[in-house]
């Protein structure tokens, strides 16, 4: 592989907005409130702003830098940066691989579903803030094994084709121009929300923590969401790194990155949590929580439907920035590793999504009552990916980088060449994933799967 000849991001903004539309996607509009809503609001909002500052930031750093260290793919990075060291390390790349294919096995699931609520905004079907009608739209949508297969199906078809001819103009370009207009829309959201008559209950569920109901089990699934959030601990973000150009400031994009997806994130739970109290919806909803109560939102402001709409194909354009990154992965891996070609590593890695994707996408009717761990095929793939294998890899790039990597070769490449002043920072960064970080995260991992 030559170098100079390999695909990259063009320009410093370029790199920002790819990463940005990289960590915004289902986790902010989905994720981040079902979570909140199912594992006690503030308590849990509390703990997983301590992740993402204390693990999550250091991991994204280092793990970003890995990448354009090695300029290669998240299997073959290892190869570079640890040359003639244990094999272990070298499994991190393939942990990433199987991760990402399980998450792309829900997450397509779940961007099916957005694909079906645009049409059904745009239809009127979904206009009520009746928590009943809400749940049955829901709950039809997601027991017909025939569409869910097709909604998911239909995402692939589009992540698939765009990944297939790299990221360049087409996606980074959109994501660029309609990304504000998402961020605009939540805020009038929010409005809409914070106003509605008992909308305060919302919010001292979101803000005013009870410290009670923090268990172990509560701080690995914040863990877990900080990982996602971020989209690290499987690669992602070091596949990434691999196409930053080598002036890009490291540590500052990835703090641009981190608290512009805060945000987003506690807008969704503003724009949700006071309708959520208000109109009498169940915060522990979980997966449907968003589907009910955005649209009962909208439906109570004028103009509803419109924006509804505009909400849902918004998210969905979020999700397509998000699924290409999880994409890549196993993509570039498949074409450096095995010179497949990115048309033939694209159609095999969406073969394997569309295959892992349907027990995943059925787990509401076919597969509902096939258990693992007495959880579906949907679930199953949420928990192994974010609160098994994304603190493992974690953990593993912390001590990569903490043990064998080292400090001066860190402060090397964060500083480009020396060319940044950010010393300081460096180590603060290195002492966090030397010893904090792969601490805490055993720590919780061990706890919260209770093994010990
Ligand atoms: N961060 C994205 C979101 O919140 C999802 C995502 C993209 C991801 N790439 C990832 C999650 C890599 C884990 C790992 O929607």
């Known amino acids: 592989m030559n170098q100079t000849s390999r695909d990259g991001f063009t ?39 301590l992740a993402t500052l204390l693990v999550g ?61 645009v049409f059904k905004a745009m239809a009127g079907q979904i206009a009520t803030t009746d928590r009943q009608v809400a749940g049955a739209v829901f709950a039809e949508l997601v027991a017909n094994p025939l569409s869910s297969l097709l909604w998911q199906w239909v995402v692939l078809a589009v992540t698939g084709s765009i990944i297939m001819f790299g990221v360049a103009r087409g996606i980074e370009a959109v994501t660029r121009r309609l990304m504000p207009l998402l961020f605009i829309l939540l805020l009038v959201l929010c409005a809409r929300s914070l106003t509605l008559p008992g909308a305060s209950a919302g919010l001292s569920f979101l803000f005013s923590p009870d410290l009670a109901k923090i268990t172990p089990a509560v701080v690995l699934t914040a863990l877990g969401l900080a990982f996602f959030k971020l989209s690290i601990g499987m690669g992602c973000m070091l596949t990434y790194g691999s196409y930053f150009r080598d002036n890009q400031n490291i540590p500052l994009t990835a703090t641009r990155v981190m ?41 109570a402001m004028p103009g509803g439907t419109l924006f509804m709409t505009l909400f849902f194909i918004l998210t969905a354009i979020a999700s397509v920035g998000a699924m290409l990154s999880l994409l890549e992965v196993p993509v570039a891996i498949l074409s450096e590793r095995f010179g497949l070609g990115r048309k033939r590593a694209s159609l095999t890695t969406i073969a394997a999504v569309a295959a892992l994707g349907v027990p995943a996408a059925l ?90």
């Open 363 to 452: 787990s509401s009717s076919l597969t509902s009552d096939l258990k693992v761990l007495a959880m579906n095929p949907f679930d199953l793939f949420d928990f192994l990916s974010s609160n098994v294998l994304l603190p493992l890899g974690g953990i593993m790039v912390c001590l990569f980088v903490g043990w064998v990597y080292g400090l001066p070769e860190m402060a090397r490449q964060l500083s480009n060449d020396g060319a940044l002043r950010n010393q300081r920072l460096v180590s603060v960064v290195f002492l966090l994933v030397r010893f904090v970080a792969p601490l805490s995260i055993a720590a919780v991992l061990l706890h919260g799967l209770k093994l010990f």
């Open 11 to 49: 320009s410093s903004f370029g790199v920002l907005v790819a990463t940005l539309g990289s960590a915004v996607g289902l986790g902010n509009i989905w994720k981040f409130p079902s979570l909140t809503g199912a594992n006690g609001g503030a308590g849990f909002l509390l703990v997983y702003l």
């Open 57 to 117: 930031l250091p991991v994204m750093i280092v793990e970003t830098m890995l990448g354009r260290a090695a300029r290669a793919n998240a299997v073959s990075a290892f190869d570079r940066v640890a040359p003639r060291r244990q094999w272990w390390w070298k499994s991190i790349g393939w942990m990433g691989f199987a991760a990402a294919l399980l998450i792309l096995a829900f997450y397509s699931e779940v961007a099916g579903w957005v694909y079906a609520y």
């Open 259 to 299: 608290f512009a997806d805060l945000s987003v994130s506690l807008l969704a739970g503003m724009a949700i949590f006071p309708a959520v109290f208000a109109f009498g919806f169940e915060p522990a909803a979980g997966p449907s929580l968003v589907f009910m109560t955005i649209p009962a939102v909208f439906t």
